[in-house]
């Protein structure tokens, strides 16, 4: 294998351990959320990734200190990622492709909701989310999600939007 390949294999690699590790956290290690925000075909599959990335230690530690509850059907709230957040990886050069499947994953997650997006990627607010948005060209989507009525919109404390 030529070495510019492994070097990008090798950087691909990091870059999923890194993503679902900030993910796990996110979630507090709930696989089922885990699995709907990076798209895969549910807990099991998140487990899978977890093996063949090298998260297998830090899965078991958890489970020790008793982060993981096993067969805990409670509700979670998505927070943002404890550590290196996704802002920093968004700046890291990750590429493009990625970062707007990262962030459709998540604005999807969500309704579409800019508010609740933004917190669950460590982001200021709703606008550095638009800003996002057009940076990873998904400004259209985003529009056409608002003109089919997808998007949830936060209530404010005394009942407006």
């Known amino acids: 294998m030529f070495p510019l390949i492994q070097i990008s294999n090798d950087a691909?690699?990091?870059?999923?351990?890194?993503?679902?590790?900030?993910?796990?956290?996110?979630?507090?290690?709930?696989?089922?959320?885990?699995?709907?925000?990076l798209k895969l075909s549910g807990a099991a599959g998140v487990l899978r990734e977890i093996t063949?990335?090298?998260?297998?230690?830090?899965?078991?530690?958890?489970?020790?200190?008793?982060?993981?509850?096993?067969?805990?059907h409670r509700k979670r709230v998505l927070r943002p990622p404890v550590g290196a957040s996704f802002v920093s990886r968004w700046s890291d050069g990750v590429s493009?492709?990625?970062?707007?499947?990262v962030l459709r994953a998540v604005l999807e997650h969500h309704a579409w909701n800019l508010t609740r997006a933004a917190q669950t990627l460590g982001l200021a607010g709703p606008a550095s989310v638009m800003r996002?948005?057009?940076?990873?060209?998904l400004s259209a989507e985003y529009?056409?999600?608002?003109?089919?009525?997808?998007?949830?919109?936060?209530?404010?404390?005394?009942g407006r939007l």
């Open 12 to 37: 691909h690699r990091e870059l999923r351990r890194a993503m679902l590790l900030d993910v796990l956290i996110a979630t507090e290690w709930n696989l089922t959320h885990a699995a709907e925000l």
């Open 52 to 72: 063949i990335l090298g998260l297998k230690s830090e899965y078991l530690a958890a489970r020790r200190s008793g982060v993981i509850v096993v067969g805990g």
């Open 96 to 101: 493009r492709v990625l970062r707007a499947s």
């Open 132 to 137: 996002m948005l057009g940076d990873a060209g």
């Open 143 to 158: 529009q056409r999600a608002r003109r089919d009525g997808r998007v949830s919109r936060s209530r404010r404390s005394d």
